[in-house]
C-alpha cells in the first residue's frame, strides 16, 4: 500500500496468492495473532502473567492508501505494532502495564520503520543496553516450518519440567519468578496521534481545531491543510504525547464544530 498507492483489497489479495497470507487471513489482518505474541512477550519481560482478552487490538483492515501517502508527507512510515511498555506500580505494589497492538505511524529513521515485506522484528529497549532489535521473515515455508519446529522443542521441555526435570529447558525460563501484574486502564495512558479531519474549506478553521485540541490541553506537533476543493477540505494534525482520555474529549468537542464534517481517520504516532 505504501510503496505502490494500491488499495487494502488488491494488496491482500496478491499476499495471499503469493502464500504469505492465509486463506482466512483474519488473524494478522485484524491484529490478533500480533496481540498472542505480545501477550507472552510482555510475561516474559516483566515476569507477570497478561491477560489476553484484555489487550486493546486494531487491525489493519480499515486503512487507506490516502493516510499512508499523507504520513510520507510528514516523515512516517506506517506498521502494525505490538508494544508493551513498563508503567509505575499501584499502591498495591503491582506492576502496571500499557499494553496494545494499533497500526502505528513510524518515523523513518526509526529502526523498525526498515521492517518490509514479509519481514517482522522485535525492538527491546532498556537500561543501559538501549535499542536492540532481532529482525528476520515471517512467512513463508521455510521460517514457518522453523517455527513448528521450534513450538514442538518448546513443548518437549515444557513437559520434562511437568514431570518434575528441568533437563533441556533454559535455566533462564526455569528461575522465572513470577510476580503481579495488570494492564493500566487505556483512558489513562499516553501516546502522540494522527488525526485526518474533513472539513468546510473557509476561513479559520484551523485555528477552531487548534482551539478545540488546545481546550482539553492537547499540544499539536503540526497541523497542514491538504486536498482543497470549493466543498470541502481535508486538516491532517499530528499530537504531542497526550493522555487518551484528554484526546478523546477533544475529539468528540471537535465533532460538535460545525465547521467538521467527520474525523476520517486517527492512528497512533511513534
Request: with cysteine.
Amino acid at each position: 500500500m505504501a510503496s505502490e498507492g494500491a488499495a487494502f483489497a488488491d494488496v491482500l489479495a496478491d499476499a495471499q496468492a503469493l502464500g504469505y497470507a492465509e486463506a482466512n487471513p483474519t488473524a494478522d489482518v485484524e491484529g490478533h495473532d500480533a496481540a498472542d505474541k505480545i501477550t507472552i512477550m510482555a510475561g516474559l519481560a516483566y515476569g507477570g502473567l497478561v491477560q489476553r482478552r484484555q489487550v486493546p487490538t486494531e487491525g489493519i483492515h480499515h486503512l487507506q492508501a490516502t493516510d499512508l501517502a499523507y504520513a510520507d508527507q510528514l516523515g512516517y512510515t506506517l506498521k502494525l505494532l505490538a508494544t508493551a511498555a513498563r508503567l509505575e506500580q499501584d499502591r498495591d505494589g503491582v506492576q502496571m502495564l500499557d499494553v496494545h497492538v494499533h497500526p502505528t505511524l513510524v518515523p523513518r529513521d526509526h529502526p523498525i520503520a526498515g521492517v518490509k515485506g514479509v519481514n517482522n522484528a522485535v525492538l527491546v529497549e532498556g537500561e543501559p543496553v538501549g535499542q536492540v532489535m532481532f529482525y528476520g521473515p515471517g512467512a513463508g515455508s521455510g521460517p514457518t516450518a522453523s517455527a513448528v519446529v521450534a513450538d514442538m522443542l518448546n513443548i518437549a521441555a515444557i513437559r520434562e519440567v511437568a514431570h518434575g526435570s528441568h533437563a533441556g529447558l533454559d535455566p533462564l525460563l526455569a528461575a522465572v519468578s513470577w510476580r503481579q501484574c495488570r494492564l493500566a486502564d487505556d483512558q489513562l495512558t499516553s501516546h502522540s496521534n494522527y488525526v485526518r479531519l474533513k472539513v468546510q474549506d473557509h476561513p479559520g478553521v484551523i485555528g477552531q481545531i487548534g482551539a478545540g485540541f488546545g481546550a482539553e490541553g492537547v499540544s499539536i506537533q503540526s497541523i497542514i491543510q491538504v486536498n482543497s476543493n470549493p466543498e470541502e477540505a481535508e486538516v491532517v494534525v499530528v499530537t504531542q504525547q497526550v493522555q487518551e482520555a484528554r484526546f478523546r474529549r477533544s475529539l468528540a468537542a471537535l465533532e460538535q464544530l460545525d465547521s467538521v464534517i467527520s474525523i476520517a481517520c486517527c492512528l497512533r504516532t511513534l
